[in-house]
């Protein structure tokens, strides 16, 4: 298909099949707190630790985010569709009802996100009727929860936990992508394999 034949309604829809979580993008500048929600975030560098989103060249919230030359990232909760809609609301006092805190560097976080990271702006990059954002992570906080599941335009939950969603299956993943390089095909890692899906030992 030629970029000619790229029909904005069919890119919107078909891009809508890529599920997403959603984060709130905050600053503050000169006293006063500024965000916007936001589905581009992604991670980009583990070293440097860098993170990007998209912002809209149209956004009235963007150039004061810009401005601060900082931002923070709050990954929504599942709870928190509401926060979403708030902070994508034009003309709303986003931050009036609903409870923040000012993070290391000194942008907004929102109680009760899933992860809060510091960010710097590291560079801007124009891609269209865009800008992408590059963010080096200066500070970061995690709490347990699920999150907020942006697809096909609505709001969704996980339906069941992923694999890895307890503290002992994200380390025990995070150790086995470590043995990289390794023959997994082979039985010690059938075996391990099987004991990480088996539940805990009881006491
Ligand atoms: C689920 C969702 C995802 C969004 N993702 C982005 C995004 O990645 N980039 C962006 O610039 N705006 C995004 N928006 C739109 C902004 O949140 C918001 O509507 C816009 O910033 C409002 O305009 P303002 O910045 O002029 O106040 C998203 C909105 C929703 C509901």
């Not at 000169?30 to 990007?52: E, I, K, M, R």
């Not at 985010?65 to 709303?92: H, I, M, N, P, Y």
Request: proline share 7%.
């Amino acid at each position: 298909m030629t970029e000619a034949a790229v029909d904005p309604q069919e890119f919107r829809r078909a891009l809508g099949q890529f599920a997403t979580g959603v984060v709130v993008v905050c600053s503050m500048l000169d006293g006063t707190p500024y965000g916007l929600a936001v589905n581009s975030f992604t991670s980009v560098s583990l070293d440097p630790p860098l993170v990007a989103f998209c912002a809209d060249k149209h956004s009235s919230t963007w150039p004061n985010l810009r401005a601060s030359g900082r931002f923070s990232v709050s990954v929504l909760a599942e709870t928190q569709q509401d926060v979403c809609k708030t902070f994508a609301a034009k003309g709303a006092d986003r931050f009036a009802s609903l409870s923040w805190s000012l993070g290391v560097s000194g942008s907004p976080r929102l109680d009760g996100a899933l992860t809060w990271l510091d960010c710097e702006i590291e560079s801007i990059h124009t891609a269209g009727d865009h800008d992408l954002v590059l963010g080096r992570v200066v500070a970061m906080e995690r709490s347990a929860g699920r999150p907020l599941v942006f697809f096909g335009g609505a709001f969704g939950r996980l339906a069941e936990p992923p694999p890895a969603a307890t503290e002992r299956e994200a380390e025990a993943a995070e150790s086995l992508s470590e043995l990289a390089g390794l023959d997994v095909e082979s039985p010690f890692f059938a075996v391990l394999s099987s004991r990480l899906a088996a539940p805990p030992a009881g006491p």
